[in-house]
Each structure stands twice: as C-alpha cells, then as structure tokens.
C-alpha cells in the first residue's frame, strides 16, 4: 500500500529555509518542553468529521466515513483494526501526506486545509516524524546518509548534519553501525536507523504505520521500548498495530473499522508511565490478548 505513496521526504528537493519559521521549535538537540509547560497548548491533533473517498475508475472506496478524534499532546495512541478499516488512510491525513475529501484536520490549532504546498512540507519536517512498516530507507546508501536526509531538506549544513545524524543513530543503539547500508542491517536494526531518520529533526509527533510489523519479537520489544522512551521525553506517539500485545503498550486505544471509529478506550493517564515492554508475540496466549482478539 505504501509503495504508491511518495516515501518520507525520499523525494523532496532540498530548498532554503524560511527566516520566519512556520513552527517554533526548540534549538537542536534540545528535547520537546515539559508536559506541564504546554498544558495550555491546544491539543496537538484535531480531526474533525473527516472523511476519504478513494475513486478509483467507476469505484468509490469509502476509507473513512465522518471520523472526529482529538489528541493530547503526551499522548500515546494505539491505533487497531482489520485490514481495510482505514488505519493507514487516517494516519496519511493525520501526518499531512493527504488530504481528506471532507471534514477539517487541525495540527496544533491550525487548519491544515489552509496551508499551501510548502508550508505543509515544512510542517512535515519540522514536526512530525514517520515510521513505516517497511521502514522505507533508501537502498544502498549508508545508515548515516539515510538519517541525514530530513537534514538535508531542511537546509541543514553538511558537518551539522553528519553530527546530529550520528547522534540519533548513537541514540538508537546504532553507533557502530553507520556505514552499514540498508541490505546489511537486520530488520529490527533497519528500523532503528528509521526511527533515528524520524526523530533527527527533533519532531514533537511520532507517526508510525506498523512499525513492528516485519519484526521479531524481540526487535519488537527493543523498538516499543525506544517510543516509549520517546512519549518520556514529551513527545506524542500514535501509532498503528494490528498486534494487541502492542496496542497495550498504549495510553489509548482506538479501534476502526469500515472507516469508523468503533471503540476508544483509555489505559492510562496522559501522566501514568507506561508498562514496560512485556514479552511479546508468545503466541497471544495471555488472557488478556485472547480478550482482545474477541473483541475484534
Ligand atoms: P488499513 O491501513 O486499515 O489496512 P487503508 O487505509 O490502507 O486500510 O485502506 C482503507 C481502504 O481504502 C481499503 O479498502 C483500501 O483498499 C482503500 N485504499 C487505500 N488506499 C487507496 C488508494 N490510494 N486508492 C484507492 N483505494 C485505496
Ligand atoms: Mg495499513
């Protein structure tokens, strides 16, 4: 489904920088404010009853029928459903790289559907950063040289770049392996150096459609301990999981299905630390995966 969509900044130019910024961030490698310095803030996701419409010759897909969601920014959102219920079409909305046929989108107070076509890249590199279940790094072409990237189409000179890149990726874990392209790499280290790519821009919202979706599991516990992480440190993970033992690594689980929001259940408070990364993909034996395979 993916591979028709444009990957993450794989192919935007590199432009020059605005002098006003669109989105004030903090200075890099400073980690997002506190929670309670933004309780004021407005939430950092509003849907309002948006809906898509896939056409598609004569056929018309509804991928998303009226869906209204609000999301608080710490949060950390599990998003789940079957196959076709819409997930990866709301998490292109959510991350600005569609648009809805209807309804508003709003990302931190502002209408999405007013922005042109820069102000949106912009919005991308600055705020949000994508993982993907394929992880969707550039082929033979070095891990440090995939997470410089969003650097290099943000402007950002050759040295900083080099810099900031081999930190994020010292950060995941991946120091020693840098040089090291995509065909070289693990699963589970691919989609470190993913994550380190999503993250080097110092985004406030982490997106994620299946990240652990090719994994193991013990890639799987590895790469949830590291969102987990990242929720510490203030910033608003949603992410998509078909897997319940995932989902309940969440705050919040919302359910689709046929493009509907169908169940919204809060497991944690927006300041309760989450569970740590319990043992994963055993089979879904524990009573409470069986629960939530029922639910389905
Ligand atoms: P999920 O991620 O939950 O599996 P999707 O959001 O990918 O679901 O798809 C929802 C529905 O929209 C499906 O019926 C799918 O076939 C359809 N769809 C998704 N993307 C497109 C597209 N680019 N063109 C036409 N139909 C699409
Ligand atoms: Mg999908």
Redesign the pocket.
């Known amino acids: 489904?993916m591979s028709?969509r444009r990957p993450f900044g794989v192919h935007r130019r590199a432009r020059t920088p605005r002098e006003q910024p669109l989105i004030a961030r903090p200075p890099a490698g400073a980690r997002p404010a506190a929670p309670r310095a933004r309780r004021r803030r407005p939430a950092v996701i509003r849907v309002h009853d948006v809906s898509k419409t896939?056409e598609?010759g004569q056929i018309k897909?509804r991928?998303l029928r009226g869906v209204s969601l609000r999301i608080e920014r710490g949060d950390f959102v599990a998003i789940m459903?079957?196959?076709?219920?819409?997930?990866?079409?709301?998490m292109n909305i959510l991350g600005c790289l569609d648009a809805p046929t209807s309804g508003r989108y709003e990302i931190d107070g502002t209408d999405v559907s007013q922005m042109d076509e820069d102000d949106l890249a912009d919005l991308r590199n600055r705020k949000i950063g994508f993982i993907f279940q394929n992880f969707n790094l550039v082929a033979r072409t070095s891990a440090i040289a995939n997470v410089e990237l969003p650097l290099a189409y943000a402007g950002v000179g050759r040295e900083e770049r080099r810099a900031r890149a081999a930190d994020a990726l010292a950060s995941m874990g991946m120091a020693n392996r840098l040089r090291h392209q995509p065909s070289e790499l693990s699963g589970g280290q691919q989609q470190r150096v993913a994550v380190a790519r999503a993250i080097v821009t110092n985004p406030s919202l982490i997106l994620a459609?299946e990240p652990t979706g090719n994994l193991d599991s013990r890639s799987t516990e590895d790469v949830l301990a590291i969102f987990a992480r990242l929720n510490a440190e203030g910033r608003t993970v949603v992410l998509?999981t078909h897997e319940p033992d995932v989902a309940a690594q969440a705050r919040r689980v919302i359910r689709?299905s046929d493009?509907e929001i169908v169940e919204d259940e809060r497991l944690l408070g927006l300041r309760d630390p989450l569970p740590s990364a319990r043992r994963l993909k055993s089979g879904h034996t524990s009573a409470a995966a069986h629960i939530a395979e029922t639910k389905r």
């Open positions: 489904m028709s896939y598609v897909v991928a459903g079957r196959s076709g219920s819409g997930k990866s079409t709301l459609d998509i689709l493009g």
